[in-house]
Structure formats: C-alpha cells, structure tokens
C-alpha cells in the first residue's frame, strides 16, 4: 500500500504540483500509515525513485532540480514528530556550491532531526565561505557536505581549506551524494571525515562523534 503512494508522490514531484504532493501523503496518513512512518514508508522511497529517474535520464537536470525543490516544500508534512530529547548538538547541512541537489541532504537532515539534533539547513548551491560563517555563527563541529556531481564532489576539499584558513581546522566534516558512495577515496581526497550513505548512516556518523569507538565510515 505504501509502495502505491511513494509511486503517486513521485508523480506529484515530477508534476511539480506541491498540492497534489500534500494530498497525496495525507491520503496516505488517512489510509493508516502512522505519522511517524510516513518519512521512511512514503517520502524516502518517491525520493528515490525521483533519483533514480534522474540517474537514468528520464528526468532532465531542469526538472529534476524542480521537483526537488518541491520535495523540499513538502516535507514537513511527511516528518515524524521528534521522539528523541534534544541533544544540544547543532549539526550543519548543506549542498556544495554550483549543485542544487538535494535529496540526500533532505533526508540526512530529517533523520538527524528526528534523532533530537539541533539541524540548520543552508540548502543548496552553498560556498564554502558560507559553511565557515554559518560554523562560527552557531558554534557547530558537525557538517555534512553533499555532492552529486563529479565537479562539485571534487570541490569539497574547498571547504576543508577555508575551515583550516578560518583556524577551525577540528570541525568534523561529513560528505554524501552518489560519487562519495561509489568511490570512498574521494571522501580521503577533499579532506572528510566519513561518507554518508543515507538516513541510519548520518545518524550513525554523528554518534561516532558523540561517542568514539564506534559508528560507520
């Protein structure tokens, strides 16, 4: 049944109707699916699927950036409620410059929110000089970075040098998107921290901070 609703969410986003976006997760609410179960049984599963097609060429560039953005408008309404206690740790999330992707970041964000983190979003198309500001501004050790192009993965290390440059070199820096992924070098090469793989890794990444010795690489 879920499966149904991911398939019409995808739709909607392709559409880039919002609207029909909202109506379709609340259909899948009043259909029985808990609140706290939309995210990982509705959300997560059309985003991939809108991944995918982009991957394969069925969704140009334009209209994926798009219907991520819609995606991004939405996704309040499929967020489970914060189960977790605040944990006063303040994460930054945000997608590199000249990339406007931002499905992983949409669902590293929600899970580390759900997790009790205290997340800030700066979006996408973020410059470096833009995640040093905003690390100074709210004292945050904590970053993901995610790229999904070769060039903008390439052009994290940019961010590793200007924290270095702005004497905040001990910030953890945490990077996700396809070329991380499927080459963990890469991660090694711009100067990160870990790679992010999806929901559960961010959350397990940001315990291995909290709590050396354990977490996921």
Not at 33 to 43: E, G, K, M, S, T
Not at 113 to 132: K, M, Q, S, T, Y
Not at 148 to 168: Q, Y
Request: glycine fraction near 10%; charged fraction near 20%; charge should be negative.
């Amino acid at each position: 049944m879920a499966e149904d609703y991911s398939s019409r969410l995808f739709r909607a986003l392709v559409y880039q109707d919002p609207s029909r976006a909202i109506e379709v997760i609340g259909a899948a609410k009043r259909s029985g699916v808990p609140q706290d179960q939309l995210f990982d049984r509705v959300y997560a599963p059309a985003l991939s699927l809108l991944g995918g097609a982009w991957a394969s060429g069925a969704v140009d560039e334009y209209a994926f950036t798009q219907s991520a953005a819609v995606a991004e408008r939405v996704i309040s309404f499929a967020l489970p409620p914060i189960s977790a206690d605040d944990t006063g740790v303040t994460v930054l999330v945000g997608t590199m410059h000249h990339d406007v992707h931002s499905v992983d970041k949409a669902i590293a964000a929600a899970a580390l929110r759900e997790a009790g983190h205290r997340v800030i979003d700066l979006g996408v198309n973020v410059r470096p000089a833009d995640f040093l500001a905003r690390a100074e501004e709210t004292d945050s050790t904590i970053v993901f970075v995610f790229a999904s192009m070769a060039s903008t993965s390439a052009s994290v290390s940019r961010v590793r040098e200007m924290f270095r440059a702005g004497h905040r070199g001990g910030v953890i820096i945490f990077v996700g998107g396809g070329p991380f992924v499927a080459d963990t070098d890469l991660a090694r090469t711009v100067g990160a921290n870990g790679v992010c793989r999806g929901a559960e890794s961010a959350i397990r990444l940001v315990e291995r901070v909290l709590h050396p010795g354990g977490g996921d690489r």
